[in-house]
């Protein structure tokens, strides 16, 4: 499985949007990029999965460039209810392997 | 539609007992996985269910650690004898079979202190 590389943290105020990257250089033909997010005394709730190009849905958008070495969540005007841990997953099957995470905090 | 359930929330074992968590799935979730999350870590898959059989155990430290999903619905891990680093937030998770097998629904965890 691709290993990925996230920033620890970000910090970012209420309204802006932002922009986390993941950087997956052995990403394979057949793995897909996945998204998780995690508040905290919750379970990883899922965001958003892509295999390529551009990914939108009604919470974030996710943005694959053509050599999928890495990609780009985005929250469009995040509040204070974004604050939480965001994950980065490559894979191909089921099984996730969850890194340590970005935390995005957000003030007002 | 009601999401995954666990219990209990939170335990206190003293180190040598043994414990033992419960899931449910969502309905027609087939799919049912273990995870194991320590405190400033991402969740780690313990152990993967299709149905009532096991998928992926190879994470599963099966000297102490075990897990049945019987009738193919809930499921219990249990942990015999129970040791300090197994203190953790357990966290249950079910996927529907089809396109979007990928998605996993999380419960909200069970917190193990061990003492």
């Known amino acids: 499985l691709a290993k990925t590389t996230q920033p620890i943290s970000m910090d970012s105020y209420e309204g802006q949007e932002v922009n986390i990257t993941c950087s997956h250089n052995?990403?394979?033909?057949?793995?897909?990029i996945t998204w998780y997010q995690q508040f905290p005394s919750q379970g990883p709730r899922f965001i958003i999965q892509?295999?390529?190009t551009k990914v939108t849905n009604e919470v974030a958008s996710l943005f694959i460039p053509a050599d999928r070495k890495s990609s780009t969540l985005s929250l469009p005007r995040v509040s204070l209810s974004d604050t939480a841990v965001y994950y980065c997953?490559?894979?191909?099957?089921?099984?996730?392997?969850f890194g340590k995470g970005t935390t995005l905090s957000v003030s007002s | 539609e009601a999401g995954v359930a666990q219990s209990p929330r939170y335990k206190i074992i003293e180190k040598r007992q043994s414990v033992a968590f419960w899931c449910n799935p969502i309905?027609?979730?087939?799919?049912l996985y273990w995870y194991q999350q320590i405190l400033g870590q991402g969740p780690k898959l313990l152990i993967q269910?299709?149905?009532?059989?096991?998928?992926?155990d190879s994470q599963l430290p099966k000297d102490r650690f075990s897990a049945e999903r019987l009738k193919g619905v809930d499921s219990t891990l249990k942990i015999q004898p129970a040791k300090l680093e197994d203190s953790a937030v357990y966290l249950c998770?079910?996927?529907?079979?089809?396109?979007?097998?990928?998605?996993?629904?999380f419960g909200p965890g069970t917190r193990l202190t061990v003492t």
């Open positions: 998770a079910s996927s529907a079979p089809g396109p979007r097998l990928y998605e996993q629904y």
């Open positions: 052995n990403i394979a033909t057949n793995d897909y």
């Open positions: 892509g295999y390529k």
């Open positions: 997953l490559v894979g191909a099957g089921t099984a996730l392997i």
């Open positions: 309905s027609g979730h087939a799919t």
């Open positions: 269910f299709q149905n009532n059989g096991v998928v992926d």
